[in-house]
């Protein structure tokens, strides 16, 4: 097996809950997604439990979906069971077995940018290539400007440059030849050739490292060189600083580097180089590469009107029939109750009963989109104003009629309550940054949708800025879902400050105040937005 240490004892700590019968909601999500994604995972899982009584019972409730509530453990007697339940839980294993595909030893899974194998459903997007300039891949039009990478995904470059903006908001310049691995948002390896790292704020802590040495940049810019065999890396910071981690045996103390500050990195150990004050003025000079240029088409509601329940958009590239996506509030106020001071000159008011709605058709199609707006919620709001910010309804061929929810976590099982929470086709994203501080926090939430029309979207989650709650990390959640009439009345509406019922808005309402809300019809890139949230515009 390939298991870690640290892999087993949390594996062996868990399957002794599912034996004891005391397997709390957070650790039933856990194990279920290291049942559902490791081969060896599922082998230990078998061993440990010896496909006893407890197996059966945690198996099924996999295959059939989440309870909203689990109920209390009853007392297990598993010798009155084992002889019935042993064939039914060998065969639940066995199913969890052929339907999860086995994983090349040597290629640990990975998705080729230049190989003709589709990537599986499973695969997440986490980056996508924004620029390039006379760039020639292995294979020749593998990767289109524009398209997005997937976590795992390999890139090679023969020549010329390609550019990747990271989910996290990283930028990665590959000069060719260069042979390159997308980790995850925040992480890659150089396996050989030369690179340029940019690193925002918002991407502190992404890292790039091979067989000698971990970068870790600390918000900055710095390059790397890393020759044909891999055995020696050059790291020159061009602007700030970052922390570089040694690979080798018996030095492993990290080293922090500043502007202009050179190292190699070999395995006989790290050394000094010579800084060359041309080469150093030639790495940083801005380079011109093509772009993709693709069109934002948006809705944004300023909230700006000084009385009145009514809202009118400004409209951009959208159908003309958005035109009429005013948002109202209900109940109707002639007070100017639903008015504050907002974040940009004035702000959309909950006060827990009042909520709004408009019609914006596209909303419920399965199409990529980001919505993005300011939000203040107060330190003692309750738990029963969580649900919901926004919320939209949809239709899928696999789940039927489901709702959207863009709120904050309340239940404590499955996360930090008061982190902002994306509920979305039988699962939810979780942030990290608690919002219930009356301050005003930038949230955006970027809808990706699979290449398989009845997976689950990709949702990518940012506050302030930070991405917080990537790619698709959710089993089904204790979200409730409308029936196929209730959702089908409901598409092509956007919904603010309440959740959606199976056949009409639930009493439970938002508490709080709305700023600046931006319906865009792509996915926007983080610098897009940062630059929203900075400068309250969009590029057009």
């Given at each position: ?101 086995r994983h090349d030893p040597n290629g640990a899974g990975r998705a080729v940018a230049n190989s003709a194998n589709p990537a ?231 006060d827990g009963s009042t909520y709004a709605k408009a019609a914006f058709p596209g909303i419920s199609k399965n199409a990529p ?84 029309e009845t997976s689950p979207m990709e949702v990518k989650q940012y506050v302030d800025g930070h991405l917080e709650g990537e ?70």
């Amino acid at each position: 097996m390939s298991l870690s240490d640290s892999d087993i004892l949390e594996l062996n700590e868990l399957c002794n809950s599912v034996v004891d019968g005391t397997l709390t909601p957070k650790q039933k999500v856990i194990l279920s997604e290291w049942l559902t994604t490791s081969e060896d995972a599922r082998q230990f899982y078998v061993r440990v439990t010896g496909l006893s009584a407890s197996l059966c019972h945690y198996s099924s409730e996999m295959q059939t979906g989440e309870p909203d509530t689990l109920p209390p453990p009853r007392p297990s007697h598993p010798w009155r069971w084992t002889f019935g339940l042993l064939a039914i839980a060998a065969s639940i294993v066995l199913a969890l077995w052929v339907a999860h595909p086995r994983h090349d030893p040597n290629g640990a899974g990975r998705a080729v940018a230049n190989s003709a194998n589709p990537a599986t459903p499973d695969d997440e997007f986490v980056a996508r290539l924004t620029g390039c300039k006379e760039c020639q891949w292995v294979a020749p039009g593998s990767v289109a400007l524009g398209s997005r990478l997937r976590k795992g995904q390999h890139v090679e470059v023969v020549k010329g440059f390609a550019e990747i903006t990271f989910d996290s908001g990283a930028l990665v310049v590959l000069q060719g030849p260069i042979s390159f691995d997308i980790n995850s948002a925040w992480a890659a390896t150089l396996n050989r050739g030369t690179l340029k790292a940019s690193v925002p704020p918002e991407a502190v802590g992404f890292s790039i490292s091979n067989s000698t040495v971990e970068v870790v940049d600390l918000g900055t810019e710095f390059t790397m060189f890393t020759d044909s065999g891999g055995a020696a890396t050059d790291v020159l910071v061009l602007k700030g600083e970052v922390e570089a981690a040694p690979r080798m045996t018996g030095d492993q103390q990290r080293i922090k580097l500043k502007e202009k500050e050179f190292r190699r990195f070999e395995p006989s150990g790290v050394s000094h180089v010579e800084n060359d004050e041309q080469r150093f003025d030639e790495l940083t000079q801005p380079m011109e590469l093509e772009r993709s240029s693709a069109p934002i088409g948006y809705a944004h509601w300023s909230f700006d009107e000084n009385d009145g329940a009514s809202f009118a958009p400004t409209i951009f590239r959208l159908p003309s029939s958005s035109a009429d996506a005013n948002l109202r509030t209900f109940p109707l106020s002639s007070s100017g109750s639903a008015h504050s001071r907002g974040r940009w000159h004035q702000a959309l008011r909950f006060d827990g009963s009042t909520y709004a709605k408009a019609a914006f058709p596209g909303i419920s199609k399965n199409a990529p989109h980001t919505v993005a707006f300011w939000v203040k919620i107060p330190k003692d709001a309750s738990l029963a104003s969580a649900y919901a910010m926004l919320a939209w309804g949809a239709d899928s061929k696999k789940f039927g009629s489901h709702p959207f929810h863009i709120c904050w976590n309340r239940n404590a099982n499955e996360g930090t309550v008061g982190v902002l929470r994306t509920d979305h086709s039988r699962g939810y994203a979780l942030g990290s940054t608690p919002l219930r501080d009356g301050r005003w926090h930038h949230v955006a939430v970027v809808f990706i949708p699979r290449d398989d029309e009845t997976s689950p979207m990709e949702v990518k989650q940012y506050v302030d800025g930070h991405l917080e709650g990537e790619g698709n990390p959710s089993p089904a959640g204790s979200e409730r879902f409308m029936s196929t009439k209730g959702g089908t009345d409901m598409n092509g509406m956007i919904w603010l400050g309440c959740r959606l019922g199976i056949n009409a808005v639930p009493k439970d309402r938002f508490f709080g105040e709305m700023d600046e809300l931006v319906i865009a019809d792509r996915a926007l890139v983080p610098r897009e937005i940062v630059r929203l949230m900075s400068t309250n515009q969009l590029d057009p």
